[in-house]
């Protein structure tokens, strides 16, 4: 993920131009972004939300872009569904939170102790901390769970959800990934400029809070 300004384009590329600030994802498997330079596909693209520094807009894209496809692709979140969020407070799930609740769901989130208070900022109805408390102890009759947990978590998520519930999961399969419906659950991120665009306008108007903890320059000493 990487955030910048277009240097150039390739042949029959029309949708950007030089000089533009854009955002985005690059693709997983052949490209990256740690440099000063990267090419990417222009559809992975979309215009830097003008609210954001570009080490701001940097760090949004894969966490962004999974809350999305995870919630309102995947397992089509709406208004007054019962969502239950595994890693509340951690990068993905801090999306995942806004999200939900930007859709109208009833939002449970898990989290530390420690972080109990931001989760609730975010818009979580309920955080349930989960060093104390076994969610399953706690919540039932769930419509979608997004884990962004994965192990133990995941494997007692099941028996949280409704019979025609959902369960996505970006952690992985699973014990069980000889199971179908296990399989189904996981989900990886792909590119989607129209997408960030999407989620960029919601920066900008402040439906998305983007958070940031500590910037690393690149290594420079070669």
């Known amino acids: 993920e990487f955030s910048g300004v277009v240097e150039a384009l390739g042949p029959n590329v029309t949708n950007n131009g030089a000089g533009q600030e854009v955002y985005g994802l690059n693709d997983w498997f052949t490209n990256g972004a740690q440099a000063e330079y990267c090419v990417v596909a222009a559809g992975a693209l979309a215009p830097k939300p003008k609210s954001l520094r570009h080490t701001e807009a940097a760090v949004v894209p894969i966490s962004a872009l999974t809350a999305w496809q995870g919630l309102l692709e995947k397992t089509q979140v709406e208004r007054n569904h019962q969502v239950l969020i595994h890693g509340g ?127 690393y320059p690149l290594d420079r000493s070669s």
Request: overall charge negative; aromatic content about 8%; some cysteine.
């Open 89 to 215: 407070s951690g990068g993905v799930g801090v999306f995942a939170v806004q999200l939900a609740r930007w859709r109208g769901a009833h939002v449970t989130a898990t989290a530390s102790a420690g972080n109990i208070d931001f989760v609730r900022a975010l818009g979580a109805d309920k955080v349930i901390d989960y060093q104390s408390t076994r969610f399953e102890d706690v919540i039932c009759d769930v419509d979608i769970v997004f884990d962004a947990v994965g192990g133990e978590t995941l494997e007692r998520s099941w028996k949280v959800l409704k019979p025609d519930g959902k369960l996505v999961t970006i952690v992985g399969p699973g014990k069980d990934s000889t199971n179908q419906r296990s399989r189904d659950a996981f989900m990886l991120v792909r590119a989607d400029g129209q997408q960030l665009a999407n989620i960029g306008k919601m920066i900008d108007s402040g439906d998305l809070r983007v958070f940031l903890e500590s910037v």
